[in-house]
C-alpha cells in the first residue's frame, strides 16, 4: 500500500479493506497504526485510508502515459503473507479492457502477481508509482503472468475525490453505444474503425438535448479522441 501524503494518507484496493471492521496499517519499521478508510470507490477498486500520524516517506508519482510495452517494472507486495516481497517484469500492454471493468484502462504486465500483492504499487525504474496493482487472471488461483494493474493517475483522481467528498461522482451524457465496425468506418469515411457509435439516446438527456441521434458516431469528447467506443466513458 503506498503512503500518497507524509501526513498518513495511504492508497489501497477497494475489495482489500471491503467489509472490514478494523483496519491496521503496518510500516515496514514495524510500527502499527488503526486506519480510518476515508472513501472507497469500487468501480476503480480504490480506497484511501488515513492514519494519525506525520512526516511519513511518501512515494512519487509517474505519468502512466509514457510508459512503453516491454518497459520493466516492478511490484512490492505481501504475496501469501511473505511481507516486503518484490517482483519484477515487463508492461505487456496498456489501455487493457476487462469485462465489466470499462472505467480503467488497466496496465497489463508479467510481474509475479498472487494474493496479497493487492494493493500494492507498481513501480517503474525511475522509481516511481506508476500502477496499483488490482487483479490477476488465473485458472488456478496463483500466478499465470497475466496481471492487472490500475494506472496512478486513475487511482489519484479516485483519490481527489475521496479526500474531498468521501465518494466518486462521475458524469454520463444518457447514450448507449457500440464498437464502430469496419463496415460502418467506411460508410462514414472515417477509414479504419474508431469512436463510438450511438445505438440508443436517452429521452431528455444532456446528449438528447445537445442533439445526439441514434446512428451518430462520437469521435472527440471534451477535446479529446474516442479512438475506441470504451473510452467514452472514461472522458465522460
Do not use: C
Amino acid at each position: 500500500m503506498p503512503i500518497v501524503d507524509a501526513n498518513g494518507l495511504i492508497l489501497t484496493n477497494a475489495h482489500v479493506v471491503d467489509g472490514a471492521d478494523e483496519v491496521v496499517v503496518k510500516l515496514i519499521d514495524q510500527r502499527e497504526f488503526k486506519a480510518k478508510v476515508l472513501g472507497t470507490d469500487k468501480r476503480t477498486d480504490i480506497a484511501l485510508l488515513k492514519i494519525e500520524t506525520r512526516d511519513l516517506p511518501k512515494v512519487t508519482i509517474g505519468d502512466p502515459d509514457k510508459l512503453k510495452v516491454g518497459e520493466w517494472v516492478v511490484a512490492i507486495g505481501k504475496p501469501f503473507g511473505l511481507e516486503n516481497t518484490m517482483t519484477a517484469g515487463i508492461v505487456s500492454a496498456k489501455g487493457r479492457d476487462l469485462p465489466q471493468e470499462n472505467l480503467v484502462p488497466f496496465i497489463q504486465t508479467d510481474v509475479a502477481i498472487n494474493p496479497g500483492n493487492s494493493g500494492g504499487p507498481l513501480f517503474n525504474m525511475k522509481g516511481e508509482v506508476v500502477g496499483i496493482n488490482s487483479l490477476i487472471y488465473s485458472r488456478t488461483g496463483g500466478y499465470m503472468g497475466l496481471a492487472f494493474a490500475i494506472p496512478i493517475d486513475v487511482a489519484m483522481n479516485t483519490v481527489a475525490q475521496l479526500k474531498d467528498k468521501g465518494r466518486v461522482t462521475r458524469g454520463r451524457i444518457g447514450v448507449q453505444i457500440q464498437p464502430v465496425s469496419k463496415e460502418e468506418a467506411e460508410a462514414f469515411g472515417l477509414g479504419a474503425p474508431r469512436g463510438a457509435l450511438v445505438n440508443g439516446v436517452e429521452k431528455d438527456g444532456p446528449a438528447a438535448k445537445a442533439g445526439v441521434e441514434v446512428g451518430d458516431i462520437i469521435v472527440k469528447a471534451d477535446g479529446k479522441d474516442v479512438k475506441t467506443s470504451q473510452e467514452l466513458p472514461r472522458i465522460i
